[in-house]
């Protein structure tokens, strides 16, 4: 009885994974859920990077990182027989997929689509289909299988199955000697009458082309992003470190971002921010701060040192152990409230100004008024002591 129910029940598993089967699309809310990888696109022009954590899906019955050190590869095929004209992407260099020419079926067009690289903890899926676009309706060409057929006429998946869904279905191989353990992977088609397909910026911008299978629940921990990805989406990808988290390298790309040649940065263990005093001198500090085109010649390098920047949200978080009666500080009466707790014992020297005192923001450089945050700008018709800072990177030793 056993070994008649263990082959039906993993069928029934995997039934709706390989065969036709589309999440994106669940018109009647009958579909179960899956372990399996799925994808959604609604537009077949776009460009999108997909991070799929090792830790978020199982394969050969063990989660993926415990796979590490091996290479993956895709096929276009099914997991039973997919023949190395059906690979069309490989993360290794110890051999290459089969040119266009030899490839088979829908893998012709997928090596042109559809790149595969891994990091230290996840795979990467980089899509490109704006000069190959994806199909509307793609023909799988694979006969259903008896008890594939069977299923279909379950009520409980009735209006989810293939037919009227249409999806690329792909198997993700570990690269091993032996048998090449594998997961299923599918990109299904999630295109309404509603959704204009164009590649226009107004279209392309609007909603997310690229989505989260909503059925599979090992898709919760994936990532997508683009189509344009910024340099902290690939700190974020390929190291797990962000700037919304991570105050160094946050200042690291305000200032990559300003500056006006290529630069090379090194991340040091556990940095802890410090505020220190700009080196910007009384002399220069209200010319460089309050103006966007500096009128004295013997203040103009800091203009290309500390550049005009944009407001930043983001702002860091540094230690309150800060240094005191060393800085350079902007004194100012205004019809506002108070800003800070700072006073003149913490000035080395003072600055008075008056409302027309509007500093505009710039690289590297902070407004600290003595409470525990950080200004790139100051309010309007503020009263109070503030310092011009940058939070400068320490490293603790025990």
């Avoid at 042109?112 to 060409?141: C, G, M, R, W, Y």
């Avoid at 800091?302 to 005009?308: N, V, Y």
Wanted: hydrophobic share 30%.
């Amino acid at each position: 009885m056993t070994n008649m129910l263990l082959p039906t029940l993993l069928s029934l598993l995997v039934v709706s994974q390989t065969h036709g089967f589309n999440p994106c699309n669940d018109t009647d809310g009958q579909a179960k859920k899956t372990d399996d990888l799925y994808l959604c696109y609604n537009k077949t022009s776009f460009t999108s990077t997909v991070w799929i954590p090792f830790n978020s899906f199982y394969v050969g019955g063990y989660k993926a990182e415990a796979w590490k050190g091996y290479d993956w590869y895709l096929s276009s095929s099914d997991g039973n027989n997919p023949g190395w004209d059906t690979v069309f992407t490989y993360t290794g260099n110890d051999w290459i997929p089969y040119k266009e020419d030899k490839l088979q079926g829908s893998a012709k067009n997928l090596s042109k689509q559809l790149d595969l690289t891994q990091a230290n903890d996840h795979l990467i899926l980089n899509f490109n289909t704006e000069s190959n676009p994806l199909l509307e309706k793609h023909q799988v060409h694979r006969k259903e299988p008896t008890w594939f057929q069977q299923l279909k006429k379950s009520s409980t998946l009735s209006g989810t199955l293939a037919g009227d869904s249409s999806c690329y279905h792909l198997t993700l191989f570990i690269y091993k000697s032996g048998k090449d353990p594998h997961h299923f992977l599918s990109i299904c088609n999630n295109i309404t009458k509603e959704v204009n397909t164009s590649t226009s910026p107004s279209s392309t911008d609007t909603t997310p082309v690229l989505t989260k299978g909503p059925l599979s629940t090992t898709m919760t921990a994936v990532m997508i992003v683009g189509p344009k990805l910024k340099s902290d989406d690939w700190f974020r990808i390929t190291t797990g470190i962000t700037g919304h988290t991570n105050n160094w390298l946050l200042l690291a790309e305000q200032a990559a971002q300003d500056a006006s040649d290529d630069c090379m940065v090194c991340l040091g263990p556990r940095p802890i921010l410090r505020v220190v005093p700009a080196p910007i001198g009384e002399d220069c500090l209200t010319a460089v701060m309050n103006c966007t085109n500096i009128g004295n010649s013997n203040c103009t390098k800091w203009d290309r040192i500390f550049s005009i920047t944009k407001q930043e949200k983001r702002k860091p978080i540094f230690s309150r152990d800060v240094t005191p009666t060393n800085h350079t500080c902007i004194n100012m009466t205004g019809p506002g409230e108070r800003l800070g707790s700072l006073n003149a014992s913490s000035c080395l020297t003072s600055t008075e100004v008056d409302p027309s005192f509007k500093p505009e923001s710039r690289a590297d450089v902070w407004w600290w008024c003595g409470d525990p945050q950080l200004y790139d700008r100051l309010p309007g018709n503020w009263t109070g002591v503030t310092v011009a800072a940058r939070p400068s990177h320490q490293t603790l030793s025990h």
